[in-house]
RNA sequence: GGCGACAUGGCCAAGUGGUAAGGCAGGGGUCUGCAAAACCCUUAUCCCCGGUUCGAAUCCGGGUGUCGCCUCCA
C-alpha cells in the first residue's frame, strides 16, 4: 500500500518517495518564544509527531528539524516592554513549550535550531546570494530580488503581475520592488545585533528556515511543514532563497501544511488576540484527550477550538481506555471467558487493521484511523466485558490477543497512550491504592448486608474525589 | 480587487464514481439493589441550480455562503 500525500506545491495528491531510500528528512517551523503558546501551535506538532511516528512504524529512519525563531522585532518589542533580556524571554517560553509537548505526547525534534544558533550561516548564505545577483544591499539592510528568482510564485500558486499591484507591503524607498523582502535587517543602535559586512544587523525572518535545512538536513528533504497561513510569503521565499543559494531543485520535495485551528470562527493569532493558552489547556485537561481532539479533523481541514468539542473528546477518550483496559483485564485473568462468537472479533481485527493502515496511507487521515481504532474498541468490549454469558471457543484468548495487540499497535502511531503507567507513581499513591481497597472491601460489605445507604454513601464521596466504582458480575472496578 | 480552501444528521467528522464510517449528544432495550461502564436497536440522501454517467456526496459548469492568504502569525 502507498502512502499518498498532498502536496501544495503540486496542489494533487503525490504518491510519497522519499529521495534516499529508507531514510525521510523532514523540517517544520516552529514558534517564535515571545509569549505563551496557544492551543494553535499544538495543532501542527501532534500532526507531525503522528507522522513522524507513522514513517518509524513503515521502517523509516526520520530526521526531524524544528526551529525556533529566537530574533524578531516581537522579542525586541517584548525585551523593551518588560526589561528582560531576549535570551532570557525566548528561554522561558521555548521551555513552556517543550513542557507542553512532553505532556502531549510529542516525541522530541532531532534537532531544535535557534536562529540566534546560525548567524555565521546566514551571513554566509546572503553573501552568496549578492554574489548571484539575487540580492542588494540597502543602507545597511539586505534584500532579496523576488522578481529575478525564475519561478516565484510556484509554491503560492501567486503570479508577481498579480502581486504587484494589490501588494499591501509596506512601500519602502529601501527596496527596488514592494515585493522583496529583507534577508538581512539593519539594527538601530539600541537593538541587538550582529556584526556584519553591512554593518550590525540581525536576520530576517525567512532565511533562517532555508539556512537550517541546508545546515542539518541538505539542500534537499523529503518534507515540510507548517500551517497554512505561511505559505505566502514564509515558505515561498524560503523556496526562492534556498533553491538560489544551492541550485537544487525542488528544494522541498512535499510541502505538507495543516491547516489552522480557528476559535469561533476566527483564526487563533496572537494579533487577533483571541488566543486560548496551551499550557492552561494540557494542565487543565487530560493531555490524551487534547491529542485525541487534535487528531479528529484532517490536518487540511481547520479546527474549531470549543469547550464542547474538547469535552466531546475527552468523552471517546474515556471510551479508548476503557476498551484498552477490558482488554487488558481480561488478558490477565486466566479463568476469564470470552462472550459470543471470538471470530467476530477476530474479524473485527482484520477489519480495523485494514481500514486503519488505508487511511493512515491516504495523507495521514487521522480521523478514518480513529473510527478505526473506536470500531476495534467496540469489538473488544463486546467479546470481553463480563455480562454472565460465556463461549467455549477455545482460540478466544488468543483472538483478544490479537485485537489488544492490534489496538496498541494504532495508539502507538497515533501517540495516545492509554496505560495508566503514564501518571507518576510515588509511595503516596501506593498508600491511597490500598487505601481505596479497603474503603471498596467495606462497601461490598455493606452491599452484601444489603446496607445500601453505607454503599452509596461511600460510593458517592469517593466520587466526589474522581474516584469511580462500578460494579460488574466480576467485582468493583476502581476508574481514576 | 487578486489567489486558494471548504460546505455531509442536534454538534464534530470520514468519504477521491457504485449506492452515506466513527465520536459526542438524544431516544428505546439488556444487565444491575441502585448507579456507572458495556452491549444491542434507533435518528441524513450529503448548500442550491444545471450537466456528464447505467450510476455522483464524490467529476464538470454556474450560483450562494464560510474561512484563509495577499502585513507579523503554527
Request: net charge negative; aromatic share 8%.
Amino acid at each position: 500500500m502507498a502512502l499518498m500525500v498532498y502536496n501544495t506545491l503540486a496542489r494533487q495528491y503525490e504518491q510519497f518517495v522519499p529521495v534516499e531510500e529508507g531514510k525521510v528528512s523532514i523540517y517544520v517551523c516552529g514558534i517564535t518564544p515571545y509569549d505563551h503558546s496557544h492551543i494553535g501551535h499544538a495543532r501542527p506538532a501532534v500532526f507531525w509527531d503522528v507522522v513522524r511516528r507513522y514513517l518509524l512504524h513503515k521502517g523509516y529512519k526520520v530526521k526531524l528539524v524544528t526551529n525556533f525563531t529566537d530574533i524578531d522585532d516581537k522579542l525586541i518589542n517584548r525585551s523593551r516592554q518588560t526589561r528582560t533580556p531576549i535570551p532570557e524571554i525566548a528561554e522561558k517560553f521555548i521551555q513552556e513549550y517543550l513542557e507542553c509537548m512532553d505532556k502531549l505526547g510529542v516525541l522530541r525534534a532531532d534537532v531544535y535550531p535557534r536562529a540566534s544558533e546560525v548567524i555565521p550561516e546566514i551571513i554566509e548564505t546572503v553573501e552568496t546570494l549578492i554574489d548571484k545577483g539575487l540580492a542588494y544591499e540597502s543602507a545597511g539592510d539586505v534584500y532579496f530580488r523576488a522578481e529575478r528568482f525564475p519561478g516565484y510564485g510556484k509554491l503560492s500558486g501567486k503570479k508577481i503581475e498579480d502581486l504587484l499591484p494589490g501588494a499591501r507591503v509596506e512601500v519602502s524607498e529601501l527596496k527596488e520592488s514592494p515585493l522583496d523582502w529583507a534577508l538581512w535587517k539593519a539594527s538601530a543602535p539600541d537593538e541587538p545585533g550582529w556584526p556584519s559586512p553591512w554593518g550590525k544587523g540581525r536576520p530576517g525572518w525567512h532565511i533562517e528556515c532555508s539556512v537550517m535545512v541546508h545546515k542539518h538536513l541538505g539542500p534537499q528533504i523529503d518534507m515540510h511543514g507548517g500551517g497554512t497561513e505561511l505559505v505566502f510569503p514564509h515558505h515561498e521565499n524560503e523556496v526562492a532563497q534556498a533553491e538560489a543559494v544551492s541550485g537544487v531543485e525542488p528544494y522541498v520535495r512535499y510541502w505538507v501544511h495543516s491547516e489552522l485551528l480557528n476559535l469561533e470562527g476566527e483564526k487563533m493569532s496572537k494579533s487577533l488576540g483571541n488566543v486560548i493558552y496551551l499550557s492552561d489547556i494540557v494542565n487543565n485537561h487530560d493531555p490524551m484527550a487534547v491529542r485525541l481532539y487534535l487528531l479528529s479533523a484532517h490536518r487540511r481541514k481547520i479546527l474549531d477550538f470549543s469547550d464542547e468539542l474538547l469535552r466531546s473528546a475527552e468523552k471517546g477518550w474515556e471510551r479508548i481506555r476503557t476498551g484498552y483496559q477490558n482488554a487488558v483485564e481480561f488478558l490477565a485473568n486466566p479463568s476469564a471467558q470470552g462472550l459470543r462468537d471470538a471470530s467476530k472479533l477476530a474479524e473485527a481485527t482484520a477489519q480495523c487493521r485494514k481500514t486503519f493502515f488505508e487511511s493512515m496511507d491516504n495523507d495521514f487521515a487521522t480521523p478514518g484511523a480513529l473510527a478505526a481504532v473506536f470500531d476495534l474498541i467496540t469489538a473488544i468490549n463486546a467479546h470481553v466485558v463480563p455480562r454472565g454469558e460465556t463461549t467455549a471457543d477455545p482460540d478466544a484468548r488468543q483472538k483478544v490477543a490479537g485485537a489488544y495487540g492490534l489496538l496498541i499497535e494504532c495508539l502507538g502511531i497515533l501517540g495516545l497512550v492509554p496505560q495508566a503507567e503514564l501518571t507518576p507513581v510515588s509511595r503516596g499513591r501506593d498508600i491511597s491504592n490500598g487505601l481505596i481497597d479497603i474503603l471498596v472491601e467495606i462497601r461490598n460489605t455493606a452491599r452484601k448486608q444489603k446496607d445500601y445507604t453505607t454503599a452509596d454513601y461511600i460510593r458517592d464521596k469517593m466520587g466526589d474525589l474522581g474516584i469511580t466504582l462500578e460494579d460488574t458480575p466480576s467485582g468493583t472496578k476502581v476508574r481514576m
